[in-house]
């Protein structure tokens, strides 16, 4: 497992933009709100730029992005936003490159793709919650400051505090567990599927969102996954927002179209985490290992960024 260094206070976010194009009065605003927090903030050349739907091309987009890690006057990177166009680079991307300079890696969404192929290949630990954008207003506060909590080493003992616990169900299962977490967008996670860049997931803890996605869709990716033999290998399956704008009805539907696909299985579920989409979202590893207690309904993270050495 390769964990990088954590993000240092005062230090320098890099921002770039592997995916969609950004606003570019969202971006501005949430790199006055970042260096308001006390860091230095530079783009890639490309941050603001529009290539159709894209920020930049495929090439652009990789290269900068490996820059951001190589560059020794950055302490952390951020995705500018998510969108489309991170499986297109997955071919191209130099990850050896990447994993040579480990650095706090946030992103999220179609982000999903970069993540959990540099899991796959390099066990580099990044992390899944806030994009840039989202500084400018986007999530509430707690959120964000959860975000730089967790980059800078700095994270709760239980990560669900200060998030409503209202809306978690355990579907199945009681007690604690522990286990590599894999967090991802359900789309994102489905598009990689039958590709290389697919990471094993023997035993690993996978926690799914996404949004605007009707529950027969959700249904039909959770059984995408199922018929793949995804969801028989797993150590136990956690969602966040399956649709932040669903009303009970449809949440109803999608609890049991998740029961349903994890049918002939053991291991413990949990819908509903403040994981998503939507305002409050936890920070969480790509590959770090966290512990769940069920009975409590908390979250702990162990240590996913190198420890600062004593002085």
Same mark, same amino acid.
């Given at each position: 497992m390769i964990v990088p260094a954590p993000l240092r206070a005062g230090g320098t976010i890099g921002i770039c933009a592997p995916s969609g194009p950004v606003d570019p009065a969202r971006l501005n605003a949430a790199i006055a709100a970042l260096r308001a927090s006390g860091f230095d903030v530079q783009t890639s050349a490309s941050a603001f730029s529009r290539s159709g739907y894209l920020s930049a091309t495929d090439d652009v987009r990789a290269r900068e992005l490996e820059e951001m890690f190589?560059?020794?006057?950055?302490?952390?990177?951020?995705?500018?936003?998510?969108?489309?166009?991170? +499986?297109? !680079?997955?071919e191209i991307l130099d990850t050896a490159r990447i994993a040579g300079h480990p650095k706090p890696f946030l992103g999220f969404s179609d982000n999903t793709a970069l993540q959990w192929l540099l899991w796959g290949r390099h066990r580099l630990v990044s992390f899944s919650g806030p994009m840039a954008v989202d500084w400018s207003g986007l999530v509430s506060e707690h959120t964000l400051r959860l975000a730089l909590d967790v980059l800078m080493g700095d994270a709760p003992t239980d990560l669900l505090n200060g998030f409503s616990r209202d809306g978690i169900h355990v579907l199945r299962g009681t007690g604690s567990?522990?286990?590599?977490?894999l967090p991802g967008n359900l789309t994102m996670i489905n598009t990689l599927l039958g590709t290389p860049y697919l990471p094993a997931l023997d035993g690993t803890l996978l926690l799914i969102e996404d949004v605007n996605e009707p529950p027969y869709r959700i249904d039909r990716m959770l059984f995408?996954?199922?018929?793949?033999? #995804? !969801? +028989?290998?797993?150590?136990?399956?956690?969602?966040?927002?399956?649709?932040? +704008?669903?009303?009970?009805?449809?949440?109803?539907?999608?609890?049991?179209? #998740?029961?349903?696909?994890?049918?002939?299985? +053991?291991?413990?579920?949990?819908?509903?985490?403040?994981?998503?989409?939507?305002?409050?979202?936890?920070?969480?590893?790509?590959?770090?290992?966290?512990?769940?207690?069920?009975?409590?309904?908390? !979250?702990?993270?162990?240590?996913?960024?190198t420890p600062e050495p004593s002085a």
């Open positions: 190589v560059r020794d006057d950055i302490d952390a990177v951020i995705c500018a936003r998510g969108g489309v166009g991170a +499986s297109r !680079l997955l567990f522990a286990g590599t977490l995408h996954l199922r018929n793949a033999g #995804v !969801l +028989s290998r797993i150590g136990g399956l956690l969602c966040g927002d399956l649709d932040a +704008s669903a009303d009970e009805a449809e949440r109803a539907l999608v609890r049991q179209a #998740v029961l349903d696909a994890m049918r002939g299985t +053991s291991c413990p579920i949990v819908t509903g985490l403040p994981f998503g989409h939507g305002r409050d979202r936890m920070t969480l590893p790509v590959g770090g290992t966290v512990h769940v207690n069920l009975d409590t309904l908390t !979250l702990a993270l162990r240590a996913a960024v």
